[in-house]
C-alpha cells in the first residue's frame, strides 16, 4: 500500500482535529480534538519512518503518546475543577476563574 494514503488520512484527521478545536465550545469535545490531531502526527510519524526505514519516527510517536498521556491526565483533572465549580464544561466559562 502507498504511504500517500496514510499520509492523506493523517492529513484529514489532522484538519477534522483543528476544525473541532476551532469550532466546538464544550471542554471534552475540544480535549477530544487536540487527541485526534495528536494521533494523526503519530501516523505521519510512522508513515514517515516506514518509507525511510529507521526507527527515529516511531520513537517519536512514542514520545508524542507519552505527552498525550500527560496532558490527558493534567487536562482532564482541569477539566474537572472547573465543572464542579461552574456546572459547566464549556470553553467560555474558563475565562471566568481570573475574576
Given at each position: 500500500?502507498?504511504?500517500?494514503?496514510?499520509?492523506?488520512?493523517?492529513?484529514l484527521l489532522?484538519?477534522?482535529?483543528?476544525?473541532g478545536v476551532l469550532?466546538?465550545?464544550?471542554?471534552?469535545?475540544?480535549?477530544?480534538?487536540?487527541?485526534?490531531?495528536?494521533?494523526?502526527?503519530?501516523?505521519?510519524?510512522?508513515?514517515?519512518?516506514?518509507?525511510?526505514?529507521?526507527?527515529?519516527?516511531?520513537?517519536?510517536?512514542?514520545?508524542?503518546?507519552?505527552?498525550?498521556?500527560?496532558?490527558?491526565?493534567?487536562?482532564?483533572?482541569?477539566?474537572?475543577?472547573?465543572?464542579?465549580?461552574?456546572?459547566?464544561?464549556?470553553?467560555?466559562?474558563?475565562?471566568?476563574?481570573?475574576?
Amino acid at each position: 500500500m502507498s504511504p500517500n494514503w496514510f499520509l492523506t488520512l493523517s492529513a484529514l484527521l489532522f484538519t477534522i482535529g483543528a476544525v473541532g478545536v476551532l469550532v466546538r465550545r464544550n471542554a471534552i469535545v475540544v480535549f477530544m480534538c487536540v487527541e485526534l490531531m495528536l494521533n494523526a502526527c503519530n501516523l505521519a510519524f510512522v508513515t514517515f519512518s516506514r518509507v525511510h526505514g529507521t526507527l527515529e519516527g516511531q520513537v517519536a510517536a512514542f514520545f508524542v503518546m507519552v505527552v498525550a498521556a500527560a496532558e490527558v491526565v493534567v487536562g482532564l483533572a482541569i477539566i474537572v475543577a472547573i465543572y464542579r465549580s461552574r456546572r459547566s464544561a464549556s470553553v467560555d466559562d474558563v475565562s471566568l476563574l481570573k475574576y
